[in-house]
């Protein structure tokens, strides 16, 4: 299985970005995806994750802003980023599971990772 990932960028604060992520390779027809984000100096924190089911997860600290779909079809991955603030800025990952479900925050359960894309945003 490979992630390639598209977006990220420079925004400024209350704007938005997409970020994308096309899975290859012998996926299976049931896994789960998640992006993450590594502020500079931080831990790697889960952003949103969701199940083959459609079941999402959010951090507290972007519910309402940011949401997370899958196109089946096109095996991608998505984030839509809104209302950004400046504590948003990071590298984000997004990662692959093949366990379909439960919904799982804990990164030892994706096992391929997506080279990481920078968010930044400016005040």
């Known amino acids: 299985v490979q992630l390639r990932r598209v977006g990220g960028g420079l925004v400024q604060a209350g704007a938005f970005l997409r970020l994308s992520c096309a899975v290859s390779?012998?996926?299976?027809?049931?896994?789960?995806m998640a992006w993450f984000r590594q502020a500079p100096g931080k831990e790697r924190d889960i952003v949103s994750a969701?199940?083959?089911?459609?079941?999402?997860y959010y951090a507290d600290s972007v519910k309402g802003r940011f949401t997370i779909s899958r196109d089946y079809a096109k095996n991608t991955l998505y984030l839509q980023m809104n209302s950004l603030k400046p504590e948003d800025t990071a590298v984000y990952y997004c990662?692959?599971?093949?366990?379909?479900?439960?919904?799982?925050?804990?990164?030892?359960?994706?096992?391929?990772w997506g080279q990481g894309t920078l968010v930044t945003v400016s005040s």
């Open positions: 969701i199940t083959s089911g459609g079941t999402t």
């Open positions: 390779g012998r996926t299976g027809s049931s896994y789960s």
């Open positions: 990662a692959w599971s093949p366990r379909g479900w439960p919904l799982s925050r804990d990164p030892s359960t994706y096992n391929t």
